[in-house]
C-alpha cells in the first residue's frame, strides 16, 4: 500500500466503532505469514505495543498508528476496526489497467482446500438458489453438514456449482473458484464420523445440522484480477 493510500485510508475511512481489533490484527497477521516482529517493524512500532493491542480487547490506538498498521498488513484501517463487517465485498473501484488471468488447477485446488465459506449454486422448485455454506474439503471432496429439509440438502441428487471468492478492496484485486458436480448425501456412518473428524469447523449456523452432502468435482475453474 502507498503512503498516499494509508494517509486516505486513515483520513477518511476511521471506524465508527472499533470492534475486536487485536484478533483481527492478529488474523490479518496470521493470513499473511507475517511474524509480530515483521509487522511491528513495517508499522515502524514497538513489538510490545503490538503484543498489545493484540491481546488486549479494549485497546485504542490512535489514528496514525491505525494507518501505519493497515499499510503494514495491506489492508484499510475500517478492515481493522471491523466497520466494514456488514459490508459487501467489491465497493472500491477498479484500478486503471487490471489484469485478468486463468489460474492453473493447481492453485484452485489449493485455494479451495483453505476451506471457510463458500456458495452453493442448486436447482429448487421455486427456481435456482445461491446460499452460503461452512464447508471443508476432505479426500479431493467438498463436503459439509447442513439440517434435514433445509435449502443446502436439496442439493442432493443434483448438478450443482459451488463458488469461493476473496476480494482485496484495498488494492482492487482479488480471485474465485468455481466447482461444478454432482452432490450427494453421505448415508454411510462410517463415511459421516471419517468427515466429522477431518472436517474444518462445525457449521456457523448451530442448531442440529447432522445432513453430510458431498460433492464430487467434475469441473474445476478460477480466475484473478491484479494491478
Do not use: K
Not at 34 to 40: G, P, Q
Not at 78 to 96: M, Y
Not at 135 to 164: H, K
Amino acid at each position: 500500500m502507498t503512503e498516499q493510500q494509508t494517509r486516505a485510508n486513515t483520513a477518511t475511512e476511521l471506524p465508527r466503532g472499533v470492534g475486536d481489533l487485536g484478533r483481527r490484527l492478529a488474523a490479518r497477521r496470521a493470513q499473511l505469514g507475517l511474524s509480530r516482529r515483521d509487522v511491528a517493524v513495517r508499522a515502524d512500532m514497538a513489538v510490545d505495543y503490538l503484543r498489545y493491542l493484540e491481546s488486549h480487547p479494549g485497546a485504542a490506538p490512535g489514528t496514525a498508528a491505525l494507518g501505519r498498521l493497515a499499510g503494514a498488513l495491506g489492508t484499510t484501517v475500517t478492515e481493522l476496526a471491523g466497520a466494514a463487517a456488514d459490508l459487501p465485498p467489491g465497493p472500491g473501484r477498479a484500478v486503471r489497467e487490471p489484469r485478468f488471468t486463468e489460474m492453473a488447477l493447481g492453485e484452485c485446488l489449493v485455494r479451495l482446500g483453505s476451506h471457510g465459506v463458500g456458495r452453493l449454486a442448486l436447482p429448487t422448485a421455486a427456481g435456482p438458489v445461491i446460499v452460503p455454506v461452512n464447508y471443508s474439503v476432505v479426500d479431493g471432496a467438498i463436503v459439509f453438514r447442513t439440517g434435514l429439509g433445509a435449502t443446502p440438502s436439496l442439493a442432493a441428487g443434483c448438478q450443482v456449482a459451488f463458488e469461493i471468492d476473496r476480494i482485496d478492496d484495498a488494492f482492487s484485486q482479488g480471485w474465485s473458484v468455481l466447482v461444478r458436480g454432482y452432490a450427494r448425501t453421505v448415508r454411510d456412518p462410517a463415511e459421516q464420523r471419517h468427515y466429522t473428524e477431518r472436517s474444518f469447523s462445525t457449521p456457523w449456523a448451530g442448531g442440529t445440522r447432522d445432513v453430510w452432502i458431498r460433492i464430487d468435482p467434475e469441473v474445476v475453474t478460477g480466475r484473478r484480477v491484479t494491478a
